[in-house]
């Protein structure tokens, strides 16, 4: 009687679907076989770059990276020393 009508007839509609579903799913191996001898015609083409601009590149990016590790250290050390001095001032006030 419970499962003639409210949520009891949806989950067992519900499990119906699922069943029906899982025939519909293909194998690893079916997947693989289907994209076998795909040809990626659209791969993508880099531009050159010379050696003196990649070295450039690569320290202004590790000049970048210094200066931004450094803000971080700050902003760090005086979010670490306002909360230390807000429970001191909890505490001993």
């Known amino acids: 009687m419970a499962f003639g009508f409210g949520p009891g007839s949806e989950m067992m509609k ?5 069943r029906k579903q899982l025939s519909k799913t293909r194998s690893l191996k079916e997947v693989h076989d289907r994209y076998k001898d ?7 083409n880099f531009k ?3 050696e003196k ?3 450039a590149f690569k ?3 590790l000049e970048k990276k210094k ?7 700050i902003i760090t050390g005086c ?3 306002t909360i230390l001095v807000a429970f001191y001032f909890l ?3």
């Open 14 to 18: 519900s499990v119906k679907s699922n």
């Open 38 to 44: 795909v040809i990626n015609e659209d791969a993508p």
């Open 48 to 50: 050159k770059v010379s």
């Open 53 to 55: 601009e990649l070295e």
């Open 59 to 61: 320290a202004e990016f």
């Open 67 to 73: 200066k931004e590790d450094l803000n971080n250290k």
């Open 79 to 81: 979010v670490v020393i």
């Open 91 to 93: 505490m001993y006030t």
